[in-house]
């Protein structure tokens, strides 16, 4: 599947297979997707003891929020839109840890 094609929902469940274990040591972290659009929704991601977890909702106590469009959030998470241009043009907005935000790349491969 094209990932033009791909939405948002698919790309969560692809989530745990595109986690990179061994970058994730030490970390302990909810992210909280809210990811607008018509193919939008809300899941949270949970790291912890090199594990992750993605669940549908709002998580209790997210350490991180990101808000996103879902067209931009497929874009982001398929390596075609640069989350530092996407956070400086209002594309993307993180509410809380903002160094979490910085090893999103390194903790997920989805892009080929």
Do not use: H
């Amino acid at each position: 599947m094209a990932d033009a094609e791909m939405t948002p929902q698919e790309i969560m469940d692809r989530i745990p297979s595109a986690f990179q274990a061994e970058k994730a040591q030490g970390v302990t972290a909810v992210f909280q997707w809210d990811i607008s659009g018509p193919q939008g929704g809300r899941w949270y991601v949970q790291i912890k003891d090199a594990t992750c977890a993605v669940q549908p909702g709002d998580a209790e106590a997210p350490n991180i929020t990101i808000t996103i469009a879902d067209e931009n959030f497929v874009k982001l998470l398929t390596g075609r839109l640069d989350g530092t241009m996407a956070f400086m043009t209002g594309k993307l907005k993180v509410k809380g840890d903002m160094g979490l935000a910085m090893k999103l790349p390194q903790l997920f491969r989805l892009a080929s």
